[in-house]
């Protein structure tokens, strides 16, 4: 972008949109398909589901942006009606269960062994990558969507709250359980070189 | 600052929006439990890893131009 160019900010955009504007509409897509997509592909691990979600969810904006009360919301409102979109897709496929979240993670049963020392090819190795994939699609969908959020697509806190209508407090506790969830995960995996190094 | 008391702020420990004397509580905390330092070692790389984890993904400009297409049609007849 040359300097000098403004950018016009989400509020003006969605404003114009409401009034028609496909220009606006362009500019809007363009700043956050990847996004829609983005997120949406790694809750559904689909890539023509996650298309067909970033579609419908655009496709959305226009039939409802009339109904975004505050325009500054807009790409909470945008995560939302993605969020939804793609645990549909998943309720649809009969893809996903929800499971019991865990009441209290008993970590004395982890061994303590540390295993952020091990080669970045053990840590980095596409099994270890299949574990914390699987990890992450197992949480209670409650946790699973925050850990996306935040730790992949690196959304603030703030914004994932407000997107899925949570408080901050509940947002932060969710991740943070959910993360410990998959570090167990991890060190019960990792634990297997813990013996090799000790041999 | 026990280990009980570190492990429930170590979410917000990790991402510094604790108090400074907080902070400064849990490393010193940190500096005398071995197994707390190993938890918060492998608690940082769970978060890396899970980022890391993940394949980036991103669409094609032609999908972009589609769906712009596509959406461009749909205000028309709004």
Redesign the interface.
Known sequence: MSKGTRVPKDTELVGR?KQ?D?HA??EI??RY??KV??LA??ITHN?SA??EI??DV??TV?AKIGTLENDAYFATWLYRVTTNAAYGFLRKEKKYTEQTPMDEID?EQIV??????LPDDV??SDE??NI??RA?DALPESMRTI??MK??E?LK?EDIAETLGLSLPAV?SR??RG??M??DT??VYFSRYANRRDA | MNCKRYLALLNEFVECTLPQEVQDDIRAHMETCPRCRVFYRTYSLTITLSRRAENTCCISEDQVDRLCCLLANRLSKK
């Open positions: 949109v028609g496909d509409m362009e897509v363009k398909s990847n997509y983005s592909f790694h890539t996650a298309e970033m579609q655009f496709l226009i970590h303590g062994f540390d295993w952020s020392e840590l980095l270890s990558k914390i994939r992450i850990v996306i730790d992949v690196g806190n932060k991740l943070h993360r410990l998959l570090r991890l060190s």
